[in-house]
């Protein structure tokens, strides 16, 4: 089992609509990142969250530390939003990054 | 935040020839890695550049094929030696560290086609 689980992998939505992305991971952590990637390969850094909420524009990312959960919420999404979104985390006292698999978002006008 | 630029963005080489991959940041960052991306897969480090010292090469990556130079804080190089279509893939570097507040940042990318 991967320690960094995204779900769902695919989201095909209309524009408009409210999108939420899901990570769950099973190791202690000090902080966990949302990226984007768009098709051309360069990778955004939309988010670094060790407790709480944060909101940035549309994009909203919550983490649970005692259930060790995260979701990615975007409103209003918009075609321009369609791309991967890959969760990361940092495990306690490491500095390199686990990578969960991405979730390919597709947003049709 | 860090402004990183990758060059080249991207490449189609031939089997058995090397390229290198350079990755310049705006500003000097502590730390800076080397991440592959294989076709449909996550992110997977390759190493840890480190600046005056030898990389730090994760499991199953070596340093007689990826090697990597690092002369100062704000700019790093990765080599992809005697290339084979396995090693297409997305080259990205990324920084941390020394007034970003432990987030990380990522370049671009290069995306390398070997024939």
């Known amino acids: 089992k991967n320690e960094v689980e995204q779900s769902p992998q695919n989201l095909t939505a209309q524009e408009g609509e409210f999108i939420t992305i899901n990570c769950s991971y099973s190791v202690g952590i000090s902080a966990l990142h949302w990226l984007q990637q768009h098709p051309g390969g360069g990778i955004v850094s939309l988010f670094m969250?060790?407790?709480g909420k944060k909101k940035h524009g549309r994009l909203i990312a919550t983490i649970n530390i005692q259930e060790k959960h995260s979701s990615l919420h975007i409103t209003a999404s918009h075609p321009r939003d369609s791309a991967v979104y890959i969760c990361a985390v940092r495990r306690r006292g490491n500095e390199k990054l686990t990578f969960g698999t991405g979730t390919r978002l597709t947003i049709i006008p | 935040s860090a402004v990183i630029s990758q060059k080249p963005s991207r490449d189609i080489c031939q089997r058995g020839t090397s390229l290198t991959i350079q990755c310049q940041v705006d500003s000097q960052v502590t730390m800076m890695f080397w991440y592959r991306q294989q076709p449909g897969q996550s992110l997977t480090l390759i190493a840890t550049?480190?600046?005056?010292?030898?990389?730090?090469?994760e499991s199953g990556f070596v340093i007689d094929k990826f090697p990597i130079s690092r002369p100062n804080l704000t700019f790093s190089t990765l080599t992809v030696s005697n290339m084979s279509p396995e090693d297409s893939s997305i080259y990205l570097c990324?920084?941390?560290?020394?007034?970003?507040?432990?987030?990380?940042?990522f370049g671009p990318g290069t995306r390398l086609t070997v024939l």
């Open positions: 969250l060790s407790s």
């Open positions: 990324s920084v941390e560290g020394r007034g970003l507040r432990d987030e990380q940042f």
């Open positions: 550049a480190n600046q005056g010292s030898e990389a730090t090469y």
